[in-house]
C-alpha cells in the first residue's frame, strides 16, 4: 500500500511485485482495486516455500491473475554456490533446473508449458548462466512469448556479454537492477557495455529494492537514471529501458 501511493505520488504508471517466498498475484488485484490507474503485476518465485519447481503452483498462480513466473532464487543451488564459493550437494536441498545428464527436468517443462498457456512472463530467478540459457531456449520452444534474464550483472549468476546476446536471441529481455550497483557488487561502468551489446531495445531497468535497508524504489529509479544519464545514456534511451519495454512486457 505504500509503495502504490508513492508510485502515484510519482507519476510511475505501476510496478510488478516480487516475494522470494509466496505468491505476489492476490496482493496485486488487491492494490487494483484501490489504485485502479496504476498497473500492478504479482506472480509467482518457484523457491522451497511454495513447493519448488510447482507446476499445479504457477497455474493456480495464474488463475489469480499472476503475470510473472521467477525460477528459484535464494533456494536457487547455483546462486547458493557462488554466494558461498563452495560446492554444495544436490542433496542439500537447494533447487536446479537439470537432471544429471545436463537436461531440463519434466517439471521444468510443464511450468514452461503452463507459462505458455497463461501467457506469463518467465524469469531466470538466480539460476546461474548455464542453466538460464537452457531454460531460455526451451521457453520459446514451448511458445512463451515474453521472457527476462534477472539481472543479468549480478556476479551470483552474471551473463557475460555473449550469453546475454544469446538469451536476447531466444527472445528474452535483459534486466539490468540498480541493486547491484548500490550494495557495490558491480559498477555502473561495467553494466555500459552489458546494454550497448544487446541494444536498449531489449534491455529493461528496474531497482530490485523493497529490503528494509534499502531506498524506496521510486527513489532508487531516480538514483539509477541519473548515473546512467552521466554515463551517456539519452533521455530518449531511458525512457525506452523503463517506460517502452517494460509496457510490452507486460501488455
Known sequence: MEMAVRCMAAGM????????????????????????????AGGITLNRSVGGLNPFGVEKCAEMGGKFVWMPTLDSLSYQQAKSNVAISPSSGYLTLLQEDGTLKREVHEILEVAAQRNMVVAT???????????????????????????????????????????????AFIEHSYFTVHRKKVTVEEIVPQIRAVGIEHVVLSTDFGQKDSPFPDEGMVEYLTLLHEQGFSTSELETMIRVNPKAILS
Open 13 to 40: 504508471a505501476g510496478m510488478v511485485i516480487k516475494n522470494h517466498w509466496f505468491e505476489t498475484a492476490s496482493r496485486a488485484s488487491l492494490l487494483k482495486l484501490s489504485f485502479p490507474r496504476l498497473s500492478v
Open 125 to 171: 530467478g538466480h539460476v546461474g548462466a548455464s542453466e538460464g540459457l537452457i531454460l531460455l531456449q526451451a521457453a520459446k520452444e514451448h511458445g512463451v512469448k515474453r521472457a527476462i534474464v534477472t539481472h543479468a550483472d549480478n556476479p551470483a549468476d552474471l551473463y557475460t556479454e555473449e550469453q546475454q546476446r544469446k538469451c536476447v536471441s531466444f527472445g
